[in-house]
């Protein structure tokens, strides 16, 4: 091609377009001339991979994505290496959705004519965390005017647990795991939801009632004197 010229019998080449390459052979009596063609496919511009990062199980899940997309290529998602789905380029940003999973989730592009593939840049790596599952104990039966020692409890997530009782009114400390209650009056329903203080996850909430029977408490003072009586008075 025009700026390119070579006398060796076998030169290497990088065209960034399709290219034609003359060679002319000669001994001095007789000259041949041939002709090559090298055709380069276009492939897609790199792009970044988006989404991803830690949530609890049980929510939603997070997005993956891709910060752009061209025309004529096809954008597959992989998880762990694994063919997930594929989406065709759009010319903006590609959402793939979003997902539960965790793992690695990268994104290569390959064009729709040829079979030239480029992976894209970077890869967006899902964590789950446990949520932690909480006990609120068993239910109580208490005297009008009594009070509950509450039994909260919890396993799963990191162990390392922040408790929190509601309706909070009727709680000394709504924060312990074991929260005593105010006298009560009356039946009453509490609900304790527990936070792993390591990832933020929160339990989903569990419930006991106290139940309250009978009048309040009956308090007689007795007090005693001396008299003298006689029989049938």
Known sequence: ??????????????????????????????????????????VPLPQQVTGGGTF?????????????????????????????????GTGTMLDFGSFTSAGEYTVSASSTTNSCTVS????????????????????QIIPSGGSAVLLGAATGGSGNYQYSWSPA????????????????????????????????CVSNSAQTVVFVSGAPLLQVDVTSSSYTVCPLE
């Open 1 to 42: 091609p025009v700026g390119f010229t070579a006398t060796t019998a076998e030169i290497t080449v990088s065209p960034a377009q399709t290219t034609t390459y003359q060679l002319t052979l000669s001994d001095g009596n007789t000259t041949v001339n041939k002709s090559i063609t090298i055709i380069v496919f276009n």
């Open 56 to 88: 609890c199980n049980g929510e939603s899940g997070l997005s993956i994505g891709l910060s752009g997309s061209q025309t004529g290529f096809l954008y597959t998602l992989f998880k762990d290496g694994q063919n997930m789905l594929s989406k065709q």
């Open 120 to 139: 894209m840049s970077g890869s967006a790596v899902i964590q789950v965390n446990q949520k932690p599952t909480a006990s609120a104990g068993p239910e």
């Open 169 to 200: 009114a009727f709680l000394i400390n709504p924060n312990a795991a074991s929260a005593s209650t105010i006298p009560l009056n009356a039946t009453q329903q509490f609900h304790l939801s527990v936070t792993d203080a390591v990832s933020g």
